[in-house]
């Protein structure tokens, strides 16, 4: 019996074999060019085409032509707001680096400038990071004391630089921007948390003016050496301290109630800097406990090319926090891009940016610049600050100019406790403890992802919380494709659906028909867990209050994205085992890669054509046809 | 509007909320115990229940009490049978682990006894395998030489079997019988064929006669090794082996052409080592360069728990040999067993396959014996010669222990070649050309897995050709996770069915609704990749040849069995940012647990109830009674 008795119409098509090339060429271009990058290039031809293709690469030339003064109003607006951020945080994240302050500086000049080139977004703004900082500090601490020995300290720092942007250059131009997403949501977030909890202990050192200090970071060492110390702390420092950071929390909480005010609380941590070196040069500050950044010296970035080190001594180590950092910064500046980017209904094309990350990490490790991204928090005041192109930048970096040309020595009596402040006030925001919660509340598995990034991060080690957390993210990939879930259908009544009982309990059933949806995939690694799972079935139908005997098993594959030589052996081993106990099997919807390797290997001719169905009813039909024969010839 | 307008059937049940106990106790129940294995427990009480249990752990009690002396008669036969064939075996393994012949001898005694008692396979011979044995020389040599301290050698080949059976024991018992599943049936077929190439290499040292060798085990090596020493080259060894080795081969060939004459082959190798013994005997084959293997002891095993050598110098090689072999072992023993288990429709439990596995190897280890498995040939001769129970292996395990406490001694005089020709002989059957041009044929990416362990065991090393092979069949399954496939459906002419387009072309296309069919989950890896391909399915359909303006999109998530917080985002990420442009969106048939997490991550009140419907068509009407609206007021 052909299922074609049933309704000619609906017949299964087997004849859509692809050729290997085909069928491999579209797996390439989903995994590699998922966004279909070239398809401006499509209707282009000679010099239109080379045009497209410049604008494409080099996102500049498409929107500077069309530039005009009206944008630049806001964007000059924009930029100023972003500089009087960028000099109090670019001298902070510098010091929990623990590299001169003046790097700092200089990182927020010639990067911003390379981005604005090759950088599709038009809200990112340019700047270091808090968290890589510190990472940064602690994967080469491990090798070079930044104490005895700085200078090395700083070219290793730098090597690390042009690491991360050889790397992310790298990723772009492979298309590997996969890797990323590999870093997901709920590890983001944990990590941020964690490591803003352990920034801030850090920050204690500034805070109580602590001149002895452990190099660890985890937060029993740090509360540790914080307590050990209690006889260096100074009250003068803790007290500026303090009060520099209610005033910082007050600006916050204003932005919060009144979005319009933002500028205040972009401005405040300028305006800290400002008070605490105006007191710390009036009040002579050093001389009461509150030690300050020290002579910053006049000039643009120099170069540090000859500074690269690649001693096989240090490699391991400049490559772990190149590699590393990098990572972690595609994640956040791409993440961040892409949100502001939703927002206004733009896209952002993650693989450009990633060279546009690249191409900047690698230009500012040769000119005295350290790890750039996009921070979250700079982003975010570009946005509100009514940024309309990456030009914003641009100001931010001639504004940079001027201050290292002309007013870099006046950050010198910059007191510390005043950039600690600064740190902890930015950390406090990181800790998201709502995401937190509402992950716990819709999925305890992404909670914890979660909680093993923040933890692994507060206690052990920042790459080993980071590595704990993916690794938990990937094990629940792999148990995904272990387990896949599988349910029993039954009919919505007065429809042709067929839907899962167990949430539909009032969809009917057909006695002596057992009909099972399959997860997807079926691969090796799961083909076990599907034969005793379809056993399970039977057995619980058969053990059932009706204890109905199963003569029909139709195998639902409409979810079945795909399929492996191992699961297709164990198709063909549930048809035998099932043959021998008298039980019937069909298999029902076979999608197109499906059928294809079922048909390549011969799988279609030993189950039998005759037993493939394109639609769950016509094999009911079908099956019904062979119970009601059998009891008629009974 | 409601869809329930259209049909008030076809509702959608948003009251499955489960508690989360209870959702958690099912992933667990479905990840740790798929087989269900209490369920003959819930109808027993008290004694029934102790006895049951007893019957579940240790399967001899549920078989021994019905044995009678007719299935004997089978055990008997099929006992005698491989017990001729695990002499030889035993002697040759021995040597290719770089261990005394007699701990071969000793390793079919105890090993078979504790199997007999709790394994769960009626089929299955135990005994040593050669892959094992070459990875064990492999792993401890690289840290102590057998010829150097060949005591020191045994000791840690002792603690290497130890370690086996914990682990083996560990895994069953935690029911982590999902770590042998990612031992993919293409990294076993390109890893037996790789071992079989280079154990068939080493052989030449015993073939050609040869006495200066190397240690390593990797083609290059060993094939320079081997003409290096050419003047070491005898042709009396050679030819003595070239009879052998024909005389051999044609048994296998005979047992091909006529099965019946399986006994022929299982009993070739024993008359091999009789008929070499004796040619040595008589003619002084010593001083024609036909190297014995020396002396054997009468006795049975002496225990060997005071020789377990836990030193932490040697721990990083013992346990890297006890790991990697004890889950080689567990691949092959527990697939050979399920597929003979299979021909007699019987059900072999993997976990508890392994617990008796573990057992076993622990004993062994205690009463000097290396690692023993279930190795295929032996377990295929068991099966030929019409086993019927685990007591097969009883009476190999007395028959061996006749042989170690009379015959022993006789053994001494076996030609090194005649064991060299068992080895090569049993080797070239695994090396399966047809297997893996059946990957090629059907699915490349197994193949690739395949090849990888081959070419990795012959041109690099054992655990490395493994781990290559694993790691390319995990970077699969993640890449599928991070690569769900997406379709686009059309209704199949009179029919209520939704098919691919691309797999049905004449399936119909309602303009402006675009149905797109989502693969699963919907992931943290996956989630940039849904948004850009569902943009590029809006942009195909808008600048396609119809350029029809897209209005609504409907998500079919039938086959989405899974979805986390990242994925949640995204849908309301796309949501929006359809919305901007005017285009509504509709899901379709959430499953049970993704409706769950819907629900409770407030997303259905976000997106709207009227927005999600039970199938396609209900939402396709929906969609066109707000077309026919729209165009109705313009």
């Known amino acids: 019996m052909d299922s074609n008795i049933i309704n000619p119409n609906h017949k299964l098509n087997f004849d859509t074999q692809r050729s290997f090339t085909a069928t491999f060429g579209s797996h390439c271009r989903e995994t590699l060019f998922p966004d279909d990058p070239f398809r401006q290039f499509k209707n282009e031809k000679g010099w239109g085409r080379l045009k497209t293709a410049l604008q494409y690469f080099v996102p500049i030339f498409e929107w500077l032509p069309r530039y005009n003064l009206k944008l630049f109003r806001f964007d000059l607006l924009a930029g100023i707001t972003i500089t009087s951020l960028a000099i109090p945080q670019g001298i902070s994240y510098a010091k929990l680096a623990n590299i001169p302050p003046i790097i700092g500086l200089y990182s927020s000049f010639v990067?911003?400038?390379?981005?604005?080139?090759?950088?599709?977004?038009?809200?990112?703004?340019?700047?270091?990071v808090a968290?890589?900082?510190?990472?940064?500090?602690?994967?080469?601490?491990?090798?070079?004391?930044?104490?005895?020995?700085?200078?090395?300290?700083?070219?290793?720092?730098?090597?690390?630089?042009f690491i991360t942007g050889i790397f992310q250059t790298a990723l772009g131009i492979l298309r590997l921007g996969i890797l990323v997403d590999f870093l997901s949501h709920s590890t983001i977030t944990g990590f941020m948390g964690g490591t803003a909890i352990i920034i801030c202990l850090q920050q204690l050192k500034g805070f109580l003016g602590i001149t002895h200090f452990t190099h660890k970071t985890d937060v029993v060492h740090v509360l540790q050496a914080v307590f050990k110390q209690r006889h260096e702390w100074r009250w003068e420092s803790a007290l500026l301290g303090f009060i520099f950071l209610v005033f910082l929390q007050f600006t916050r909480y204003l932005r919060k109630r009144k979005p319009k005010l933002f500028w205040v609380s972009a401005m405040a941590p300028m305006l800290v800097v400002l008070v605490g070196g105006l007191f710390a040069y009036f009040a002579h500050g050093e001389k009461h406990g509150i030690a300050i950044v020290g002579h910053l010296h006049r000039g643009l970035n120099p170069l540090s090319i000859n500074r690269l080190n690649f001693d096989s001594k240090y490699l391991p180590a400049t490559l772990k926090a190149g590699l590393v950092t990098g990572l972690i910064a595609l994640a956040e500046g791409i993440a961040i891009g892409r949100s502001?980017?939703?927002m206004k209904n733009e896209q952002?094309?993650?693989?450009?940016?990633?060279?546009?990350?690249?191409?900047?990490?690698?230009a500012g490790s040769l000119t005295s610049c350290y790890l750039t991204t996009g921070p979250f928090s700079k982003t975010a005041v570009n946005f509100n600050a009514g940024c309309r192109t990456a030009m914003s930048n641009v100001v931010m970096a001639i504004g940079m100019m001027l201050v290292l040309l002309?007013?870099?020595?006046?950050?010198?009596?910059?007191?510390?406790?005043?950039?600690?402040?600064?740190?902890?006030?930015?950390?406090?925001?990181?800790?998201?403890?709502?995401?937190?919660?509402?992950?716990?509340?819709?999925?305890?598995?992404?909670f914890l992802i979660?909680?093993?990034?923040?933890?692994?991060?507060?206690?052990?080690?920042?790459?080993?919380?980071?590595?704990?957390?993916?690794?938990l993210a990937l094990l629940r990939a792999l148990l995904y494709v272990a387990r896949p879930a599988t349910c029993r259908l039954g009919k919505i009544p007065d429809s042709t659906l067929f839907r899962d009982i167990q949430q539909y309990p009032a969809s009917q059933r057909v006695p002596g028909v057992l009909?099972?949806?399959?997860?997807?995939?079926?691969?090796?690694?799961?083909?076990?867990?599907?034969?005793?799972?379809?056993?399970?079935?039977?057995?619980?139908?058969?053990?059932?209050?009706?204890?109905?005997?199963?003569e029909h098993v139709l195998l639902d594959l409409t979810g079945v994205t795909s399929i492996d030589t191992t699961g297709i052996e164990t198709l063909l081993e549930i048809h035998r085992m099932l043959d021998t106990r008298g039980i019937k099997i069909a298999i029902i919807n076979p999608r197109l890669d499906v059928l294809e390797k079922l048909t390549r290997s011969h799988f279609v001719d030993k189950f039998g054509k005759e037993s493939i169905f394109l639609g769950v009813e016509d094999a009911i039909e079908s099956s019904l046809f062979f119970l009601k024969k059998d009891t008629s010839t009974e």
Chains 1, 2 share one sequence.
């Open 131 to 161: 968290a890589c900082s510190l990472l940064i500090a602690e994967s080469i601490g491990d090798e070079v004391s930044a104490n005895d020995d700085p200078k090395l300290y700083l070219d290793l720092v730098f090597t690390a630089a």
């Open 348 to 362: 952002i094309d993650g693989n450009k940016e990633m060279i546009a990350f690249g191409f900047m990490n690698i």
């Open 406 to 446: 002309v007013l870099a020595p006046l950050f010198s009596y910059t007191p510390l406790v005043a950039l600690s402040t600064i740190i902890m006030s930015a950390m406090f925001g990181l800790v998201d403890y709502e995401e937190a919660y509402h992950l716990f509340k819709v999925d305890k598995f992404d």
């Open 515 to 550: 009909v099972l949806q399959l997860g997807s995939p079926i691969y090796f690694a799961n083909c076990n867990y599907i034969r005793e799972r379809i056993l399970r079935w039977i057995r619980d139908e058969e053990g059932g209050p009706d204890s109905t005997q199963v």
């Open 450 to 471: 979660c909680m093993a990034a923040f933890l692994g991060v507060s206690f052990i080690s920042m790459d080993y919380g980071l590595i704990l957390s993916v690794g």
């Open 340 to 342: 502001f980017a939703i």
């Open 111 to 128: 990067p911003p400038l390379i981005y604005a080139v090759f950088g599709s977004s038009k809200h990112l703004a340019v700047g270091t």
